[in-house]
């Protein structure tokens, strides 16, 4: 239980654990955002070119003969949210690969022979010359 209990220190300690607990973390707050713009801005736009001018929620409710009701506001409002969460992760993550690609450094030149490699190298040329 114990080697258990390291191992899993071990990998929560890990750099790739924290920045995804801290991106969950992100990425919730951002949702309270993305949801106002949808809700509050973008959904009574279109809100208006749907019918009554509300919010496109309530606008494209529409109640089923057996009691329930169709919600397509409430489904394009989800669409929207994913699309624009989409469109912010998809430009975080370019910005990110950018600035990836400007700190890298190309790798350093292989190292030339060594001395003892370059004594070898010309004891082999001189016994080959010898043969000749």
Not at 59 to 71: D, H, Q
Not at 97 to 109: A, C, G
């Amino acid at each position: 239980m114990k080697k258990f209990l390291q191992e899993f220190k071990e990998f929560a300690m890990r750099g790739n654990v924290m920045d995804l607990a801290v991106g969950v973390i992100v990425g919730g707050a951002f949702s309270a955002i993305t949801n106002s713009l949808i809700n509050d801005i973008i959904n009574p736009i279109l809100g208006m070119f749907a019918g009554d001018g509300t919010a496109l929620v309530e606008s494209l409710t529409f109640r089923l003969p057996g009691g329930g009701e169709l919600m397509l506001g409430s489904f394009i409002n989800a669409i929207l949210n994913f699309l624009v969460m989409a469109f912010v992760v998809f430009c975080l993550v370019k910005g990110i690969n950018r600035l990836s690609r400007k700190t890298e450094t190309p790798p350093p030149p292989p190292p030339g022979p060594s001395n003892e490699e370059k004594l070898l190298t010309e004891i082999r040329d001189l016994l080959q010359q010898q043969k000749q």
